[in-house]
């Protein structure tokens, strides 16, 4: 395919929150950008679904809107997708057996319970660690921290054949195949020629094994999913076949493009050198920190993950922490009337001072602290297991001073990710930072205050959408590895450098810091 009069890449964004489509020149800029909402489903508390024929109806519409001006000049199509959301088919029939389930469900929670705190897991840890320690092998000790979580597909996966009727016949027979989100996109976009998912997205599944960089045998079995109906597992700048004439697009362009969102993000911000470090504040706040072809032993809240593996041989894990902390507090803030919407936060925060000595918190209800809950027990806080408290409110205080105690919060809760990963690792000399929240530039100068580092901010604020772009974009060897895109796309940056935190900030940091529990 002639790259000069294909100048253009396709590039499509299925997030937690909202399904982007956009073109972008191989320049790097984004020429058309589209978006709508997610729609999600609860049937019951804590769950959270994606219809796949809605979802598939709203690719179309956004995927035709945006490309109807440029059909003639899309090079390829790059794709992203949150991670470790799922649907399961029949093989026979090809028919979906149930919406997608989202990482963000919780209905097997109590499963997760069971899991790790059942008497063969617990001393399963522990043999691996004693003998971790005494062969000093950091795979094994790895291992030992092994929890299972709702964000993660097994337990999930293990609910579906458990509870669904029907689904533990066809996995009696072998006709049970398990598909996640970014497998089922390229099934849908390829009029079915395969289904195949990338490294990135494969290692938040669950079973895949980060350091045999296949599926794991023991678990797909433990779990209840047959082995050999996993999708194909490909490096992200494969060719995973071409958009089906079929589908009346106005163009058939190949698909060299795949990877998790929050991996495209750091891609998308050209964070490719070890000691990179990213913040997504986004639904939740999560913090990676690249660190090379080695996978370092880790423990507690945080977790590796591969961050990318492409044909050119690039190849890099990440270290990821996370807080349940996120948006949804901001959100809260218009629900219940203190402010308007999101984009006023700033101006709010901006008309007072300080927070005039009210501190604010959120936690999960009926858990000591959320960092307990997720190791122990492997459930996530949800929105509607999140109670909030103001400590400190006077007759003096006003709306503004809520709202800025909320952002101050935030911020929080950003550095201790920061603090998280710097002790395991290294701290960054720079930060980068994308998600929702990312638009405070109140909460990103409190952040580099906080931690003395400065932070930048994507200016097009599209991580994950750039990510994917790049990788489609060596797929079609627009340039040759990550290297080369560094050298021929400039990315803009917007800066907050350090300054020195007030006094009365870092009272209230502190404050927070010992009495967080207690609230």
């Not at 499509?12 to 984004?30: Q, Y």
């Not at 956004?62 to 997708?81: C, E, K, M, Q, Y």
């Not at 990213?278 to 591969?306: D, E, N, W």
Request: aromatic share 10%.
């Amino acid at each position: 395919m002639d790259v000069k009069s294909h100048d253009v890449i396709l590039v499509l964004d299925v997030g937690t929150t909202n399904v982007k489509a956009a073109i972008i020149s191989t320049e790097g800029e984004i020429l058309r950008l589209e978006s709508t909402r997610l729609k999600t489903t609860s049937p019951e508390r804590g769950w959270c679904e994606i219809s796949p024929d809605v979802l598939w109806a709203d690719i179309l519409n956004l995927i035709r809107s945006v490309s109807a001006p440029f059909r003639h000049r899309i090079l390829t199509l790059g794709v992203t997708t949150q991670r470790g959301t799922f649907t399961t088919l029949n093989t026979e029939t090809g028919r979906y057996l149930h919406n997608f389930i989202t990482w963000t469900d919780d209905r097997a929670a109590e499963l997760c319970r069971y899991f790790n705190t059942s008497y063969s897991m617990k001393m399963g840890r522990w043999f691996l660690w004693m003998f971790a320690v005494v062969t000093k092998n950091d795979f094994l000790k790895c291992c030992s921290g092994f929890q299972v979580t709702c964000n993660s597909v097994l337990a999930r996966s293990k609910w579906v054949v458990d509870e669904v009727p029907g689904v533990r016949e066809l996995h009696r027979r072998n006709v049970l195949q398990l598909v996640t989100l970014d497998a089922w996109l390229i099934h849908k976009l390829t009029g079915g020629y395969q289904v195949s998912t990338d490294y990135t997205s494969a290692g938040a599944t669950g079973y895949f094994d980060l350091w045999q960089l296949k599926f794991c045998p023991i678990q797909t079995y433990t779990f209840s999913v047959p082995y050999d109906t996993l999708p194909e597992v490909r490096v992200s700048d494969a060719f995973y076949g071409r958009v089906a004439s079929s589908l009346n697009l106005g163009f058939s362009s190949p698909i060299t493009g795949l990877i998790a969102d929050q991996q495209a993000s750091l891609l998308g911000n050209q964070l490719f050198s070890t000691t990179d470090m990213k913040l997504t504040l986004g639904t939740v706040f999560s913090a990676q920190i690249v660190t090379g072809t080695y996978t370092h032993p880790t423990a507690g809240a945080i977790f590796p993950q591969i961050g990318y593996k492409l044909y050119s041989k690039d190849f890099s894990y990440v270290a990821e922490a996370s807080s349940m902390v996120g948006g949804g507090h901001v959100d809260w803030l218009v629900k219940i009337g203190l402010m308007d919407a999101p984009s006023h936060l700033d101006a709010i925060c901006a008309s007072v001072s300080d927070t005039g000595g009210v501190i604010f918190t959120g936690k999960e209800m009926d858990k000591v602290t959320r960092v307990v809950d997720l190791i122990e027990n492997g459930n996530v806080s949800r929105e509607e297991h999140i109670t909030r408290c103001f400590v400190g409110v006077t007759s003096n205080t006003t709306v503004a001073h809520l709202v800025r105690a909320v952002a101050e919060y935030l911020a929080f809760e950003c550095r201790e990710l920061v603090l998280t990963l710097s002790k395991a690792y290294q701290r960054p000399k720079v930060l980068a930072v994308d998600g929702g929240v990312s638009r405070s530039k109140f909460i990103l100068q409190t952040l580099a205050d906080l931690t003395s580092v400065t932070v930048k901010q994507l200016n097009s604020g599209e991580g994950s959408l750039m990510g994917a772009f790049f990788v489609a974009g060596i797929g079609m060897e627009v340039w040759r590895n990550l290297e080369h895109v560094k050298e021929a796309v400039s990315v803009d940056y917007t800066f907050y450098k350090p300054r020195k935190p007030s006094a009365e900030l870092l009272d209230n940091m502190n404050t927070w810091k010992q009495n967080r529990c207690l609230f």
